[in-house]
Structure formats: structure tokens, C-alpha cells
């Protein structure tokens, strides 16, 4: 009941109730669930009731819930202070950590949110070629900048229109919207407009639409076009980074981007994003060229100390190694027990992301998404939330797990999917 009411009372003051669309479970129905408290694999709700986690706030949590490590460096730097709006050493500190272990990283930019990130990376590569054109891919998503709430244009290579209210239709006109893992659009694209094309963002692996994989031959084609006509190549790993490996994907499928954007793991849940890459391009920011950029909490010293406590851990001996093993565990176990149940389902994971689908075989594009049943995956939500089993609560996302993830909770997970498969 408490759930309720307080989503009733949020209801009235918050609009949808939630400070972030996906939290409202428009698409999965029902209430959200209002969280009180978390540690390691486990939330506990307003009414007491334990939940395994798998949406680890939609990624940051790789090390758990309240690893005592970060929530001790977090105490610490709070009680020095909460922000200066001046530089830090703790920024050099996480700056020089990203530039170690993102191998395309020269130079970085902390700011405090993936989408500024991204806003940054597009005004970025705008600002360096002189060029409009941006393309992105659709099913990608990278946070709610004008230039990136843009859908697919009527014809494949038409400019994009704006996907949200608010949108200037002459903004999106600039975006370029093509499909996921079909390099030859990309080649078409460049070969129609090679000269104005300012940048390629994509999201290496893509999590927004729920999990899929980059095809064979699809990244390097990215990568040699934009070579070949000076566009910027930006790698969102907002998502993707230190999930797909310790280096992000750029480390595990051996591309190096021009730019890349950070952000979820390298704050451990408090608001830090960053953009970085190629100190040709990084030296075109404020104060040292002509690319405005700033924020007032830029590098926040409790936010860093986070992220730095929270890096720390991640690259502990076997950190991804150990994590990639308990993901892959609940994956196949997922689909031997939707096998059992004859169900048509299909699951796969990179590192510690995961995708679940409705589906004979996982979806290898945008359109094979679609083709997923949604209603199906809505009632197994449910059931498996019932059970104490806290999935993302919609079909077209991601899920997370951590390393504070263990055989137990695998175990705990596959029983409470046994009889969600047979009922939902
Ligand atoms: P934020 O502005 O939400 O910090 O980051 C935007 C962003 C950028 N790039 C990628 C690849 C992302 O996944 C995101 C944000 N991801 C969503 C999860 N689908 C955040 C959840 C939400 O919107 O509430």
C-alpha cells in the first residue's frame, strides 16, 4: 500500500510522479515501486519487501549497492566539503584514471550527466569539422539533447524529425537517423554527404533498445569512414563503459573513436559524466578554444570521490572476469528454464549487461527489437517482481548485474523465473 500512496502524493506535485520517464512503468504498467534502502545485490522498498536487483541504476552500481569503500571516500570528502566551483585535485586524480584505462582518451571533460556529455561530444565535433551533419542510429539513445531526440526521416537517408515536443524541427534536420548494424547505409550516407557529416555518435553495444550487439565489420565501418571523410567518431560508452570490459568496448572490440562520452560507473551512483578522447579536438573546449562548455558542479568533489572509490574497485584483479561469469550464469539459466517452460525467449550478455527477449534468438537489429513480445515480457515482469526479482522495468532496456551478484542470488533469480515462466 505504501507504494501507492506515495505515488499518488508524488503523483501530485512531480509530474508522472518520477524525475525520469522510465522509472514510471508506463511501459511495463502498474506502479513503480518507491525504494528506501539498498546494499550489495538487494533493494528493500517503502513496505520492507527485498528485491534482487538487475537495473543497479541503470548501471552505475557495478561494484553494488553501498560498497562500504565508496560510501567511506563519499563521508570523507563530504565532510571536507560539498563544492568549491574551483579545481580539485580530485579531479586531476579521476581525469588521469579515465586517460589510463579508456585507451582513446588524451585529454577529458568532467561534467555531471551522460547528456551533457553527449551535448558536449556533438557541439564538439560540430565545432572542429565547421560541419552540421550528425548521425546517429535509431534504437540508440543518449540522453535528451535537442540534437538527439530525432527519429528515422521518411525516406532512409532523409533528415531526421524531432521525437520530442519542443524539438525545433530545423535542429533535428541535422541529425541523420540510419540503422544499427547496417554498414551500408552508413557508406551511402558518406558517400551522399561526406562534406557536411561533422560526427557519427553511436552506442558501441546498444543498451537502449534493449541489448544488442554490434555486428561484424559494423564499428570498423564506422571508424574507416569517418577516417576517410574527417568526421568525428563518438563512442557513447556512457553506458558500455567499465560494463563490456575494464577499457570499455572500444577496449574490447579494438576501435579507437575520436571522442568518447562517459558516464553511470565513473560517478559509483553519484552524478558524474565526462567526455573525452583525441587533445586535438579536447583543446577546442572553453577556456582553451572556441567550444562553450561549463557547469556549476563540473568534478563536484563527494561526486568524484565516488567515482574514484568506485574505479578502484573495478579494477581489481579479476573484477570483470568474475562479474562476466555471474552474468553469463543468469543468462543461461534464464533460457534453460524458458526452455523448460517452452516459452519462446532468447538471452545474451557482454561483460555485465544482459538482454532478455521474447524472442526465438536475440535481436540483431532495431526492427528484430520490435518484433519481441512486449506483452510477454510485461507479465514476466511482473511475476518475477512478485518474487522479489527487480528487472528494468521495460522490454526495451538493459539489465546490470554486480559484483556483489553471487551464486545465491543467481540461484534465488532462476526460481522465482521457473514459476514466472510458467505463469506469465
Ligand atoms: P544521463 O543524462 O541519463 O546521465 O545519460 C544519458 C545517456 C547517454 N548515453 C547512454 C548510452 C545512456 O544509456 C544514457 C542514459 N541511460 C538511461 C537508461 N536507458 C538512463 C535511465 C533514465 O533515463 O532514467
Redesign the pocket.
Known sequence: MKNETLFERAQRIIPGGVN????AFRAVGGAPVFFERAAGPHLWDAEGRRYIDYVGS??PMVAGHTHPEVVAAVQAAAARALSFGAPTQGEIELAETLCRLVPSLEMVRLVS??????MTAIRLARGFTGRDVIIKFEG?????ADSLLVKAGSGALTFGNPSSAGVPADTAAHTLVLDFNDPSKVKKAFAEKGNEIAGVIV?PVA??MNLVLPAAGFLETLREECTRHGAVLIF?????GFRVALGGAQARFGIRPDLT?L??VIGGGL?V?AVGGRRDIMKKIAPLGPVYQAGTLSGNPVAVAAGLATLKLVEAPRFHEKVEATTRALVEGLAKEAKSAGAIFSAQSIGSMFGVYFRAAPPRSFAEVMQCDRDRFNRFFHEMLKRGVYLAPSAY??GFVSAAHGAAEIDETLRAAREAFSVA
Open positions: 525520469s520517464p522510465v522509472r541503470w548501471g550527466s551522460g547528456t551533457e556529455a553527449t540508440c539513445y543518449h540522453g535528451h552506442e543498451g537502449n557513447d560508452e556512457v553506458m558500455t562520452t558516464g553511470k552524478p559524466g532496456e538493459a
